[in-house]
C-alpha cells in the first residue's frame, strides 16, 4: 500500500497572496475589466499608494501584468492574469490533498438558441475586433452573436487572415466596419480591445456592459508582415484565453458600468 502523503507545511504563497481583502477586490474588478489605477483607486475608494503597492505584490505573485496605455502613455492597464490564476489555484488545491485539484476550465456546450450579443471594438477593425469576433463565435458555437466595428475602420490584416487560417477560422470575406453602424442596436457587452476607441466609445441606447481589454496593435509590431506575424499569433492565443473565461460569466448578468 502506497503511504499517504500529507499536505505542505505551509500554504502556498498564492493563498496568502489572494486572501488579503484589497487583493481579493482588486482580482475581482480585474476580472470583469482592465482598468487604470485611478480607476481601481475610485473603485475601492482607497489611496493609490495602497492600491499601487497591492498592484505591485499581486504582479510579482505572477497573478497581474500591466502594459503602457496607447492612449495616454502616463496611463497603464492592469490585467488579471487568469491562467496564471488558475494555475495556482489548482496547485494550491494539489498541495493539500491531490483530489483537490481543480479541473481546467473549459468551454460549456452552448444551447441550442443565442444567449446574447457582443460588439467588440479596436480602432481599425482590421485585426483584433476581427479575431475576437471570429474566435468568439467559434468558441460558443454560434450561441453568442459576435460583431466587430472601429473607430477608424481600414482593410482586414493579412496576418489576422493567416493566423485564424491556421486555428481553422476563415475571416478573408470580412468587411471593415465604423461602429456608427451598431451604436443603435442591442447587446448585451461591448468590448473594447484598444485604448485609444476606449476614449471615444459612443453611448449605446440599450446600455450594454461595457468591458475593456487592453491590447496592443499588433500590426505595430514591424514594418513588414513578417515582422508582425509573431504579435499577430501572440494575440490569437491571448483572445482565445479571455474569450474562454468570458464564456463561462455569460450566465450571470454583466455588471453595468461607464467608461468614463
Known amino acids: 500500500m502506497t503511504a499517504v502523503t500529507a499536505a505542505t507545511d505551509r500554504p502556498p504563497a498564492f493563498l496568502p497572496l489572494v486572501a488579503h481583502p484589497v487583493r481579493w477586490r482588486l482580482l475581482g474588478e480585474l476580472v470583469r475589466s482592465d482598468r487604470t489605477v485611478r480607476e ?42 487568469l491562467l496564471g490564476c488558475e494555475t495556482q489555484l489548482r496547485e494550491s488545491g494539489r ?23 457582443i460588439l467588440f471594438l479596436c480602432t481599425g477593425n482590421s485585426a483584433r475586433s476581427q479575431m475576437a469576433e471570429a474566435l468568439t463565435t467559434v468558441a460558443s458555437r454560434g450561441a453568442i452573436e459576435a460583431c466587430s ?3 477608424h475602420p481600414k482593410p482586414l490584416h493579412a496576418n489576422a487572415v493567416r493566423v485564424l487560417r491556421e486555428r481553422g477560422i476563415d475571416i478573408s470575406h470580412h468587411r471593415t466596419k465604423h461602429l456608427d453602424e451598431f451604436v443603435g442596436q442591442p447587446f448585451d457587452l461591448v468590448i473594447t480591445l484598444c485604448d485609444k476607441v476606449r476614449e471615444v466609445c459612443p453611448e449605446f441606447p440599450s446600455h450594454p456592459g461595457l468591458v475593456h481589454w487592453s491590447l496592443a496593435d499588433p500590426a505595430l509590431s514591424g514594418t ?9 499569433a501572440a494575440l490569437a492565443t491571448e483572445l482565445e484565453t479571455r474569450i474562454r473565461f468570458l464564456l463561462q460569466l455569460l450566465g450571470d448578468t454583466p455588471d453595468k458600468e461607464t467608461h468614463r
Open 40 to 81: 481601481l483607486t475610485d473603485l475601492l475608494d482607497a489611496r493609490q499608494s495602497l492600491v499601487s503597492y497591492h498592484l505591485t505584490r499581486l504582479g510579482t505573485g505572477g497573478l497581474v501584468a500591466s502594459r503602457s496605455s496607447a492612449a495616454d502613455r502616463r496611463d497603464r492597464y492592469y490585467t488579471i492574469d
Open 95 to 117: 498541495s493539500l490533498h491531490p483530489g483537490l485539484a481543480p479541473a481546467a476550465v473549459t468551454t460549456p456546450d452552448p444551447p441550442g438558441a443565442r444567449t446574447g450579443r
Open 149 to 151: 466595428a472601429g473607430s
Open 224 to 232: 513588414t508582415d513578417t515582422e508582425t506575424y509573431p504579435a499577430f
